[in-house]
């Protein structure tokens, strides 16, 4: 049977990264589908900005209007009952449930994250930073330049996660390549034992038609992407080409550092022509752990030699039968890969016990999902199985 078109209502949401396809027109999480039930005079609007005592909510490409944030989200962070801690209060990339005609809507509920990429924020407290909701795919842009840096990649792998899928996009390989035809053979290789299984292409971020073909396996109706590299990677020149039109400014490179000049325009949710949605978040300068990065996902062939080290407790450094050392005695571990394990481990690690330290004080923090009422048992970043 042929499947009908999503309603015009539908396909607007299903545009600013609603998950949903013509064939199921109903999220596939069960906890949105309840909420759906529960509201039924409710629809679904995505945060695009957040302010001081609101939101500005989409429900379509061209839609965007305030709505008020439910009192226990404005409350200051200090932990009282009902208050949230500031990256659990929805962020950009959040969707909620509203009813009322809009400038009039009010929330009635916030849907809970399937994923959710932070960061630890600098400061004397332990502090965590939201940077996007709801994400699929987190392009970790890269240039093949004098910027290519596998141990930046590395931290951002391990750092972006938090439920959405990462691919390594390393950008300029029409220069590189002019240079060295075995530029993107040697930049892959270089990058396979960091990678852990993700994808990685190789892309002339200029070029429009080849951009969109490599990148497209990730760019489909009701999916949302967002881009995180250093200034100068070439995020906004992909943004471009996937836009398929001048949306973004881009900044030249300057010639001693290979790094851009910042000149975009704020937009946070841009409709793709594929029909993703894309996330143009103010960026990730800074990658701080915030303590719940999955370190041995990101480090799972150095996880699997330290399991085979004599000892249990192997520091890895001078204890006898270490599996790890031997390892990059033989050369089958790169040195500079192991001393980035143990540095990130050491960061995820100290973020994570200042934030055991931070809960087990403040046990009254409430767990979003829902606007009032009794506390929920799911958390931010929850993954709800949606795919
Ligand atoms: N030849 C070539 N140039 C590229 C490619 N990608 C980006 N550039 C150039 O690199 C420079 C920096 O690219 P941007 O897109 O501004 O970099 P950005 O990541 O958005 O930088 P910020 O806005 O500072 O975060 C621009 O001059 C781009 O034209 C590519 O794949 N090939
Ligand atoms: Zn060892």
Aim: some cysteine.
């Amino acid at each position: 049977m042929p499947v009908a078109p999503l309603t015009p209502e539908l396909a607007a949401l299903q545009a600013i990264g609603w998950p949903i396809t013509a064939e199921d027109p109903l999220p596939a999480d069960p906890v949105w589908r309840q909420a759906l039930a529960d509201h039924p005079r409710a629809r679904p609007a995505r945060v695009t900005e957040q302010h001081r005592s609101g939101y500005v909510v989409s429900d379509g490409p061209d839609s965007g209007y305030r709505v008020e944030s439910l009192p226990e989200w404005q409350r200051a962070a200090n932990y009282k009952k009902g208050s949230l801690a500031p990256e659990q209060r929805p962020g950009v990339g959040d969707w909620m449930l509203v009813e009322g005609e809009p400038e009039r809507a009010k929330v009635v509920a916030l849907l809970p994250r399937y994923s959710a990429i932070k960061r630890g924020a600098a400061g004397e407290h332990y502090k965590q930073q939201l940077i996007a909701a709801n994400i699929d795919t987190v392009f970790v842009v890269c240039g093949l330049d004098g910027d290519f840096n596998p141990r930046r990649i590395e931290r951002y792998l391990l750092l972006v996660r938090g439920g959405a899928e990462p691919v390594i996009v390393l950008t300029k390989a029409d220069e590189a390549l002019a240079a060295n035809e075995h530029a993107v053979a040697e930049a892959s290789g270089a990058l396979i034992e960091l990678a852990q299984g993700v994808a990685i292409r190789a892309v002339n971020a200029r070029d429009r038609e080849s951009s969109v073909a490599a990148m497209s396996p990730w760019l489909k109706p009701g999916r949302t992407v967002v881009l995180v590299g250093s200034s100068g990677a070439g995020k906004s020149t992909l943004t471009n080409s996937l836009l398929g039109n001048e949306r973004m400014k881009t900044g030249a490179v300057r010639e001693s550092d290979a790094r851009g000049r910042h000149t975009t325009t704020h937009r946070a949710l841009i409709p793709l022509p594929s029909g993703a949605c894309l996330i143009d978040t103010p960026g990730m300068r800074e990658l701080k752990p915030t303590g719940e990065e999955d370190v041995a996902e990101n480090f799972a062939d150095v996880e699997a030699l330290a399991e085979q080290c004599k000892f249990r407790d192997c520091s890895h450094a001078s204890e006898p039968g270490c599996a790890v050392r031997e390892a990059i005695e033989n050369g089958k571990l790169d040195p500079q890969r192991f001393a980035s394990y143990l540095k990130l481990s050491g960061e995820v690690s100290g973020a994570a016990s200042k934030l055991a330290n931070r809960r087990a004080h403040k046990t009254d923090i409430k767990a979003p999902g829902k606007p009032s009422g009794k506390p929920s048992n799911k958390s931010s970043g929850d993954k709800h199985g949606r795919r």
